[in-house]
């Protein structure tokens, strides 16, 4: 009992320190000196590359279906978008650059402004609009943002290009900000009832989901591409990263058979696969990319839409474009990121003190009473502050950025030299109880 009680009595002496070196090492898990987040996702990307329209841009044209994305970052500030028909930033805020360039090579305003893309749900933290939201019938698209969280989303019912490929519903989602665990960056981006080439090759669905998270120490990703009932003219397939393989879960692959859809495929210029994660992780920043499911078209591919127009409309086609364009279609791509620096506050608030001024002074003891200015703006008699109006010292909140390693050894170091003298204080303080006690008190 004697040797508990020791014990006990070592560990409350050195219990402050180890709540207040405690608390430096855990720290607020929502509380961070800066962060970064970002997420993106798409129902189907459709990009084109053309080398012979001369546009110094790679790709040469895109264009986003069911398009979701977020940012939030320390200041804070937060931006969302969705949008059921997206071409991309750079086509979408054109009219307006065009418009600048023009009034400054000429020297004059335009009667009006040229207006941007409008398909889209845009919103902005702090300077707002706040939430933004659009539907026309089963489309719609929506955004918020907030000073901890940036969400959008967009949804389009079918949408495709007659002769290449069509799809049913196309719905993305994206979303930064926190959590218990930290700051999270989310993102998922689905398509059903896909159709290429008029059905000859047929996908059930492409899911997509992602995250990306920080805790203001080390970050961590995940997330995959899941593709559901592929077939190839009726035949089940897989696609992986290297390709279309014939069989699929309900049936054994065969030379023939792959032999058939390497066939097909090659006739139709066309290739399919998985992409691959790109994972970034530095530390407390992390991301993953997904290109999702890719479908890369020649521009031979074309060839046979081209020969059933009229004689006349094809050589005016053929005269007018030169056909070495390559056409990309990303099923379900996404994208997240997150980043955060964690940061230690002691709690302590200077308190505002006003200087100068009418509101210059002092208060002892009890009295609250203000000293009058002088003509300087200064209490009579003091050296005070020159000037009209009142200075105030801001309340800074003091910061601490982390356990220095030296501190722990010391502190180690320190628990060990004092576990001696400390036992002996507990010693003493059992020595002095046993000696005031009554030595019949026992009995």
Not at 168 to 191: I, K, N, R
Not at 269 to 290: C, H, K, M, N, Y
Request: proline letters at 7%.
């Amino acid at each position: 009992m004697k040797t508990v009680l020791r014990i006990a009595i070592v560990v409350a002496l050195w219990a402050p320190i180890g709540l207040l070196v405690g608390r430096f090492a855990s720290g607020d898990i929502a509380d961070f000196s800066g962060y970064d987040l970002g997420a993106k996702a798409t129902g189907a990307l459709w990009t084109i590359d053309s080398p012979s329209l001369g546009i110094p841009a790679k790709p040469t044209g895109e264009f986003n279906i069911a398009f979701s994305e977020t940012t939030l970052r320390s200041g804070p500030s937060g931006y969302a978008i969705g949008s059921i028909a997206w071409p991309g930033q750079v086509a979408a805020g054109l009219p307006s650059f065009v418009q600048g360039d023009i009034e400054r090579q000429s020297g004059e305003e335009l009667p009006a402004d040229i207006p941007n893309y409008p398909v889209r749900a845009e919103s902005f933290y702090p300077q707002g609009p706040t939430s933004a939201s659009s539907q026309v019938g089963t489309m719609s698209m929506r955004s918020t943002a907030r000073e901890a969280n940036s969400d959008a989303s967009a949804h389009v019912n079918a949408f495709g290009f007659p002769g290449v490929g069509e799809m049913g519903s196309q719905t993305s989602m994206a979303s930064s900000g926190f959590d218990p665990e930290g700051v999270v960056s989310m993102a998922e981006a689905a398509a059903n009832d896909i159709a290429f080439f008029g059905g000859i090759i047929t996908i059930d669905g492409v899911v997509s989901r992602l995250t990306a998270r920080s805790d203001g120490v080390k970050a961590s990703v995940a997330g995959t591409t899941t593709v559901v009932g592929a077939k190839v003219q009726g035949m089940g397939v897989t696609i992986d990263a290297t390709g279309v393989h014939a069989g699929d879960e309900e049936g054994p692959d065969s030379a023939a058979a792959q032999q058939a859809v390497n066939q097909v495929l090659n006739q139709l210029g066309a290739s399919f696969e998985l992409a691959e994660p790109v994972d970034t992780i530095q530390g407390a920043q992390g991301s993953r990319a997904l290109g999702g499911l890719l479908l890369r078209i020649k521009s031979s591919t074309l060839e046979p839409l081209i020969a059933a127009l009229p004689p006349d409309l094809q050589s005016q086609i053929r005269g007018q474009v030169t056909f070495d364009q390559d056409m990309t279609v990303q099923i379900a791509p996404a994208a997240v990121s997150a980043g955060a620096a964690k940061v230690l506050d002691f709690g302590v608030d200077t308190p505002s003190l006003p200087v100068g001024g009418d509101t210059g002074g002092a208060t002892t003891g009890g009295d609250t009473s203000v000293a009058p200015s002088g003509p300087t703006g200064s209490a009579p008699g003091g050296g005070g502050v020159t000037g009209g109006g009142p200075v105030a010292i801001e309340s800074t909140p003091a910061v601490f950025n982390g356990v220095p390693v030296w501190l722990v050894v010391l502190l180690v170091l320190l628990a060990f030299a004092s576990s001696r003298p400390l036992t002996a204080f507990a010693d003493r303080l059992f020595a002095s109880r046993a000696a005031g006690r009554c030595p019949y008190e026992g009995n």
